[in-house]
T-cell receptor, first 117, second 112 residues
Framework: DTGVSQDPRHKITKRGQNVTFRCDPI?????LYWYRQTLGQGPEFLTY????????KSRLLSDRFSAERPKGSFSTLEIQRTEQGDSAMYLC???????????????FGEGSRLTVL | QKEVEQNSGPLSVPEGAIASLNCTYS??????FFWYRQYSGKSPELIMS????GDKEDGRFTAQLNKASQYVSLLIRDSQPSDSATYLC????????????FGTGTQLKVEL
C-alpha cells in the first residue's frame, strides 16, 4: 500500500494557462475525491468518482474545471484559463466502498499546490 | 447550505492537559462524523470516526457524539507538543453522496 499519490506537488503558472493534476489512489479503492483547500479553510468538495463514473460535481465548480477517471484507476483534474482565485491546494482522496458497508473514511494524498501569478 | 461549524482557535493548552475540540453541524439526519488532523503544509489524516451517540475512545483520543444537540467533540488526553495541529471536523450529510463536508478547523497549540 503506497498511499494516495499526487503529481505535481507544486505548480506555478501564469494567469490564463491550463494546468493538469494527476492522482493515483490506493490501488483497491473504488472511490476517488477531489477537494480544494485555501489557507485557513477546511477542504472544499469539488467532485468524486466511483470507479470511472463521475457521480457528483460541486455547483461551485466552474466550467473551467474538468476531471476524469478513464479506467477507474488514476484521475486527472484540469483547470483551463487559470485565474488567481484558483490558487489553492488541490487534494485527492480515495476510499473503498463495499456493498452495504461504507464507512466514508477518506485517505488523502499530499496535495498539489497551485500558484497562479 | 449544510454547514459544519468549528471555532478556529487557536486553542492553547499546556502539555499534559486535556484538549477539548468542538464541532456543530446543521443537518439533523447526518449519520457519519470524522475528526481529521492536519499539520501545517500537510494533508489531512483521519484520527477518529464516530457513528453512534456516546463516546468512542482510541488511545488518548475520545470522540463524543450527541445527535440531539448536533454536536461532535474530540478530547485529547495528556496533550503532547506533537498534537499541535489543525483539527478538522467532517460530516457526511444524508443524501450527500458519501462526500465529506469539512469545518474550517480548530488550531491546537500544546505548550511546553
Amino acid at each position: 500500500d503506497t498511499g494516495v499519490s499526487q503529481d505535481p506537488r507544486h505548480k506555478i503558472t501564469k494567469r490564463g494557462q491550463n494546468v493538469t493534476f494527476r492522482c493515483d489512489p490506493i490501488s483497491e479503492h473504488n472511490r476517488l475525491y477531489w477537494y480544494r483547500q485555501t489557507l485557513g479553510q477546511g477542504p472544499e468538495f469539488l467532485t468524486y468518482f466511483q470507479n470511472e463514473a463521475q457521480l457528483e460535481k460541486s455547483r461551485l465548480l466552474s466550467d473551467r474545471f474538468s476531471a476524469e477517471r478513464p479506467k477507474g484507476s488514476f484521475s486527472t483534474l484540469e483547470i483551463q484559463r487559470t485565474e488567481q482565485g484558483d490558487s489553492a491546494m488541490y487534494l485527492c482522496a480515495s476510499s473503498l466502498l463495499f456493498p452495504g458497508v461504507d464507512t466514508g473514511e477518506l485517505f488523502f494524498g499530499e496535495g498539489s499546490r497551485l500558484t497562479v501569478l | 447550505q449544510k454547514e459544519v461549524e468549528q471555532n478556529s482557535g487557536p486553542l492553547s493548552v499546556p502539555e499534559g492537559a486535556i484538549a477539548s475540540l468542538n464541532c456543530t453541524y446543521s443537518d439533523r439526519g447526518s449519520q457519519s462524523f470524522f475528526w481529521y488532523r492536519q499539520y501545517s503544509g500537510k494533508s489531512p489524516e483521519l484520527i477518529m470516526s464516530i457513528y453512534s451517540n456516546g463516546d468512542k475512545e482510541d488511545g488518548r483520543f475520545t470522540a463524543q457524539l450527541n445527535k440531539a444537540s448536533q454536536y461532535v467533540s474530540l478530547l485529547i488526553r495528556d496533550s503532547q507538543p506533537s498534537d499541535s495541529a489543525t483539527y478538522l471536523c467532517a460530516v457526511i450529510y444524508t443524501g450527500g453522496g458519501n462526500k465529506l463536508t469539512f469545518g474550517t478547523g480548530t488550531q491546537l497549540k500544546v505548550e511546553l
